[in-house]
Structures are given as C-alpha cells and as structure tokens.
C-alpha cells in the first residue's frame, strides 16, 4: 500500500505562500495524487489533485516530480481561513482494490 | 443541494448495543465508503462499496458491517460495540475510479461522534 507521510503541523502568516509536502514512496504507477482540507467538526473537502508535473486551480497548486514520490501542495497569500488539517491521498486502484490511505494530515495555523 | 448525510451526528450508548449509522447521497455516486478518525492517526478506511451489493474491507474493518442494497445508502453496523470504537465516524461517496483514471475526488458527510461506554 502506498503510505504518505506529511508533516505534523505548520505555522504561517497571513500573506505569505505555503508548502506542505508530503511523501508516497510506493506509489503505483497510476495513482493519482489528492489532497483535502479539513476545518474542524467538518469532513474533508478536495482541494486539488494532479498525477504529475504541476497543476493548479483558483485556489492552490500542486507539483510533482518526474518521479511521483512526492508532492506539494502550495497555497498561495493564506488568510486565517485557511487555518485547516490538509491531507494528501493516494489511491490504490491498480491493485483493484480501490482503498484510499490518508495520512495523518498537517495542521496549518495562520497567525494575523 | 450535493450531500452526503449522516444519521445521528451525535451518539453516546453502552458497549454490547448494536448500533447503525446511516449514510445517504443524493448524487447517483457508485463508490462509498466509510472513515474513522482519530486523534494523531488520520483519517482509516473502514469499509468501501464500488456499487450496490459490492463492499470490500478497507485497512480497520474489525468490529464493523455495511451493506449496500440500494445505491443511495450506505449504513454502518456495529454489532456489539466496544469503547475503542469510540472515535469520529465519516461517510464519503463519488463517482467510480479505474485504473488509468484520475481518482474520482470523495464528498465527505459532515461526521458521526459515536462514544461508547
């Protein structure tokens, strides 16, 4: 199973651009890359997804390298809003067995 | 409105009561599937359902049953439950992925908190 690992938390400013990273080593060849954000006593929601190079929409941007073993997302200007858990999510549809893993979610913090 | 409901929000019962958690979509979605989360461990598949009568175990399905008889729904069993089932319980539905096809992005309900005693 392709495993994700991200860091814990992150603290940030109001303004500023943020990158959260996250690790999938044994990702298979055509898994997608997903990541949601979470605000609390909420479910997740999707933010952007990409399987490689860069994509990006209204509200972030994700790059991936050539070899897919990691990915960041990026947020760009964060306001207090975005104060949130994001979780990045790789798919397991080769195997044909569709799981999902999370991992355990950064939890940003954006101070005024 | 595209949602996916869960039924009850809040639950506080006795270890050994069986207990359903209802799930429902409204947005004709093939996949559902259902996530416990707890603190410092993410979100865990429990079970997923790729369509009516197909359900498959995700990575912590001990202690838990679904059924998927109608598409729309998706209901959580616990038999007899236990406090280390104590924990905040997700639904999440979207349309079905395949192999060389993107993953379908999941709507998320907004959470079951089941404490068991």
């Known amino acids: 199973l392709a495993k994700t690992t991200q860091p814990i938390s992150m603290d940030s400013y109001e303004g500023q651009e943020v990158n959260i990273t996250c690790s999938h080593n044994n990702i298979a060849t055509n898994d997608y890359i997903t990541w949601y954000q979470q605000f609390p006593s909420q479910g997740p929601r999707f933010i952007i997804q990409?399987?490689?190079t860069k994509v990006t929409n209204e509200v972030a941007s994700l790059f991936i390298p050539a070899d897919r073993k990691s990915s960041t997302l990026s947020l760009p200007r964060v306001s207090l809003s975005d104060t949130a858990v994001y979780y990045c999510?790789?798919?397991?549809?080769?195997?044909?067995?569709?799981?999902?893993?999370f991992g355990t979610g950064t939890r940003l913090k954006v101070l005024a | 409105e595209a949602q996916v409901t869960q039924n009850p929000r809040y639950l506080i019962t006795v270890t050994g009561k069986k207990l359903t958690v209802t799930c429902s979509q409204n947005?004709?979605?093939?996949?559902m599937s259902w996530y416990r989360q707890d603190p410092g461990l993410g979100l865990r598949q429990i079970y997923y359902s790729m369509n009516v009568e197909v359900t498959d175990k995700g990575d912590v399905p001990e202690g838990y049953k679904v059924s998927r008889k109608e598409k729309r729904n998706f209901p959580l069993i616990l038999e007899s439950p236990s406090p280390n089932q104590t924990s905040l319980y997700f639904c999440?539905?979207?349309?079905?992925?395949?192999?060389?096809?993107?993953?379908?992005?999941?709507?998320f309900g907004d959470g079951t908190r089941l404490s068991i005693l």
């Open positions: 947005m004709n979605h093939e996949y």
């Open positions: 999510l790789v798919g397991e549809a080769t195997s044909g067995t569709y799981k999902y893993i």
């Open positions: 999440a539905s979207s349309r079905v992925m395949g192999q060389g096809n993107s993953n379908q992005p999941q709507h």
């Open positions: 990409g399987y490689k």
